[in-house]
């Protein structure tokens, strides 16, 4: 079966440290992968998408950035965080392009960004 | 542009009374259209799907919802509301453009209170 892996689930960083956070699907292969933020009362906001390795997408511009070194594996990244980075990233995953119409979105469990 | 709009923000019903969440969206063609249920610090549970069809739906965990096209709504509904749904609910619109990706859109999420 497939899953999604997060980590880590809360992360405390000071102003204009970097970041990095990891996301990892297993049992699947050639998903798209997403990244999408929850910010108190916003709602969810989707940050980034991709369809392949190395192919990123991004829906907004931000002090943010993403990666996809490996087939399954999706990374949030930034140089220096500002304190509007702070909120809950969640990783997704849906079947490939070819099937994504089931439907199914699959989230990770999130981590709890607080930038101080 | 493709945006969906939940118009309660919070919402707190007793244990045993009917539920109703509201949901707008705004989309050019069929949308496909989707309600999450978040657990808090968790990610999110799909609880039902509309893509064609039959215009009311079934879900998980005794929830149904039902599309309107006429009024561009898509709410979500129960019977009788257990304890253990209060969650924060997310309607959500699937873009379904030419590069196949399967981006969701999401609504702010209304919080779901139950009080015994």
């Known amino acids: 079966s497939q899953t999604i892996h997060q980590w880590p689930a809360t992360l405390v960083q000071p102003v204009g440290s970097p970041l990095s956070l990891e996301c990892t699907v297993e049992?699947?292969?050639?998903?798209?992968l997403y990244w999408y933020r929850q910010a108190a009362g916003r709602g969810l906001q989707l940050l980034f998408y991709?369809?392949?390795?190395?192919?990123i997408s991004s829906e907004v511009p931000q002090n943010l950035s993403a990666s996809r070194p490996q087939d399954r594996q999706f990374i949030l990244s930034s140089k220096k965080l500002l304190l509007s980075d702070s909120g809950f990233y969640l990783c997704?995953?849906?079947?490939?392009?070819?099937?994504?119409?089931?439907?199914?979105?699959?989230f990770g469990s999130g981590t709890q960004l607080s930038v101080l | 542009a493709q945006s969906v709009t939940q118009p309660d923000i919070h919402i707190t019903v007793s244990e045993g009374a009917s539920l109703e969440l509201r949901c707008n969206y705004s989309?050019?063609?069929?949308?496909?259209l989707f309600w999450y249920v978040q657990s808090p610090g968790q990610g999110l549970q799909l609880l039902l799907k509309?893509?064609?069809?039959?215009?009311l739906v079934q879900g998980i965990k005794g929830f149904e919802a039902e599309f309107k096209r006429s009024q561009s709504s898509f709410n979500l509904r129960k019977p009788s509301v257990h304890w253990s749904d209060a969650a924060e609910y997310f309607c959500?619109?699937?873009?379904?453009?030419?590069?196949?990706?399967?981006?969701?859109?999401f609504g702010q999420g209304t919080t779901l209170q139950v009080k015994p």
């Open positions: 959500a619109v699937g873009s379904y453009g030419s590069s196949n990706t399967g981006k969701l859109i």
């Open positions: 989309y050019g063609a069929t949308p496909y």
């Open positions: 991709s369809v392949g390795i190395g192919q």
């Open positions: 997704a995953w849906s079947p490939d392009r070819g099937r994504w119409d089931s439907g199914k979105l699959f």
């Open positions: 049992g699947t292969s050639n998903p798209n």
């Open positions: 509309y893509f064609s069809g039959d215009t």
